[in-house]
């Protein structure tokens, strides 16, 4: 498993609202995620912050292999 500090500091963004929403899922889920999770979760937090905002927000599609990852996000 990857380091969690260094997680926590790639949640960090400019965007408070993705801080919290990022901030929360890591702290609540992070441990629990497989490894097809936790790629897509790199993947994610390699995205620019509006894009990967308007995922989380449902108001861009997310590519397919993201969906059920954001799903657990967006419940968090």
């Known amino acids: 498993m ?3 500090e260094r997680v926590r500091w790639r949640c960090r963004r400019g965007l408070l609202e ?3 929403v990022l ?3 890591v702290e ?5 995620l497989n490894e097809a999770e936790l790629n ?4 994610l ?6 894009p990967l905002w308007d995922m989380i927000a449902g108001r861009l599609e997310a590519p397919g ?3 059920a990852l ?3 996000i967006r419940a968090s």
């Not at 609540?28 to 629990?32: E, F, G, I, M, P």
């Not at 897509?40 to 993947?43: E, I, L, P, Q």
């Not at 937090?45 to 509006?50: E, K």
């Open 2 to 4: 990857k380091n969690i």
């Open 18 to 20: 993705l801080d919290i």
């Open 23 to 25: 901030g929360r899922f």
């Open 28 to 32: 609540r889920h992070y441990a629990t």
């Open 40 to 43: 897509s979760f790199d993947v």
């Open 45 to 50: 937090l390699d995205m620019p912050d509006n």
């Open 65 to 67: 292999e993201h969906q």
């Open 70 to 72: 954001l799903e657990k």
